[in-house]
């Protein structure tokens, strides 16, 4: 499936005292879509707990994430499908080289 994935290269987030609130993806439905995050560790779930929190999904700090595979979640929202993909990934080598991966800053979150 990651193969046939196109990478988001667009999308809008709804934002309020700098917190992302929701994320308004493509028009187009029925798609598989990659997003490429950045992580320090294997274990770093800092950018993926703030995408998750984008596409309305809940976590806590204090628990894992779940359904997560080899640092790779995948999920349905707006009728799209959604992969997450972690630099700590496998399948992280198959994002282009072109494509920013998206980060945080290094404090808490």
Not at 18 to 46: C, I, S, W
């Amino acid at each position: 499936m990651l193969h046939f994935a196109g990478p988001l290269r667009k999308g809008r987030a709804a934002s309020h005292s700098g917190l992302m609130l929701h994320f308004a993806g493509p028009a187009e439905k029925g798609r598989v879509f990659t997003v490429y995050f950045e992580q320090e560790n294997p274990t770093d779930r800092r950018v993926l707990r703030k995408l998750a929190g984008c596409f309305g999904l809940f976590t806590m700090d204090d628990m894992n994430l779940r359904g997560l595979h080899k640092n790779m979640l995948r999920l349905t929202y707006d009728r799209n499908q959604y992969l997450l993909v972690g630099s700590q990934s496998p399948y992280y080598n198959l994002k282009p080289p072109d494509l920013p991966a998206v980060r945080t800053d290094s404090g808490g979150g």
